[in-house]
């Protein structure tokens, strides 16, 4: 019998999400991964995963998926995909365009995303985790700067809170994580953290809190962060 336990990480194409998948093999866990297309994997290409198509802010794309993966069965659902937003971070300048891409793939879609996978999640040990970011935090937001970016994350913070609210009684456990500030395209090269450090904290963070039922923002390292 396969004992392994199993992942789903939405958004691996890159950066942490691609860290994520290492880590996990690496610890053992049979993983599924999506990237928007799976006939062009990048990256995920050779290693010993499955691969689904998904643009996370395409509804018919969250349905094919959550089709394609009926019957599937995961100890660890990982939204993972995210984007900054228009440089300029301004709300006085934002367009509807840039302020609609930024809200649906950061806050909405990934909402609509756990709503439709909640099924294949392990009604017990079951993690579902949302990589958020600790400039989410309203009562942190001391210094502002990256203003849109900050405010989609506290809508996506918002937006999980409600879901677990609305989830009734249930073992699963709702983990909103931030992974330090990491080397990746959209951390820079100035981050301290290099992928590898924060994905094993993460990770971490998800094998210590299976089971626990409830709700948990979190850095990469276990410390508590003030919605
Ligand atoms: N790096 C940091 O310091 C940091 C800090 C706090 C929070 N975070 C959060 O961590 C997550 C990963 O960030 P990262 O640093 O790894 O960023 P990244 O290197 O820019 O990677 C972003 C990932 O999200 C995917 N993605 C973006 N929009 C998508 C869409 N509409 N549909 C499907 N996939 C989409 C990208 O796929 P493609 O390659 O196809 O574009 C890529 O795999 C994000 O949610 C980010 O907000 C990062």
């Known amino acids: 019998m396969n004992t392994a336990k199993s992942a789903l990480i939405i958004g691996a194409s890159r950066g942490l999400g691609l860290g994520l998948v290492r880590e996990l093999l690496e610890r053992g866990w049979d993983v599924t991964a ?6 062009h994997p990048g990256d995920l290409a050779g290693l010993p995963l499955r691969i689904e198509s998904l643009l996370l802010d395409d509804i018919h794309s969250q349905d094919r998926l959550a089709e394609t993966l009926a ?7 990982f939204i993972n995909a995210g984007i900054y937003g228009p440089a300029h971070q301004s ?18 879609a990934p909402l609509r995303l756990a709503e439709r996978l909640l099924p294949r999640l ?13 400039l989410g935090s309203v009562t942190g937001n001391e210094s502002g700067g990256m203003a849109l970016y900050r405010a989609s994350k506290a809508a996506l913070n918002s937006l999980t ?16 994580l931030h992974p330090g500030w990491v080397r990746t395209d959209m951390g820079g090269e100035a981050a301290p953290l290099d992928v590898p450090t924060s994905v094993k904290g993460l990770a971490d963070q998800v094998e210590s809190h299976a089971g626990r039922g409830g709700q948990f923002y979190l850095d990469y390292q276990g410390t508590t962060i003030d919605w």
């Open 91 to 108: 709300a006085i300048d934002a367009t509807l365009a840039e302020v609609g891409q930024l809200f649906m793939v950061n806050a909405v």
């Open 122 to 134: 392990d009604g017990e040990q079951g993690v579902l985790a949302f990589m958020t970011s600790e």
């Open 34 to 39: 999506t990237v928007r297309d799976a006939a």
């Open 161 to 176: 809170r409600s879901f677990v609210a609305e989830l009734g009684e249930t073992g699963i456990t709702v983990l909103n």
């Open 71 to 77: 019957g599937a069965h995961y100890d660890l659902v």
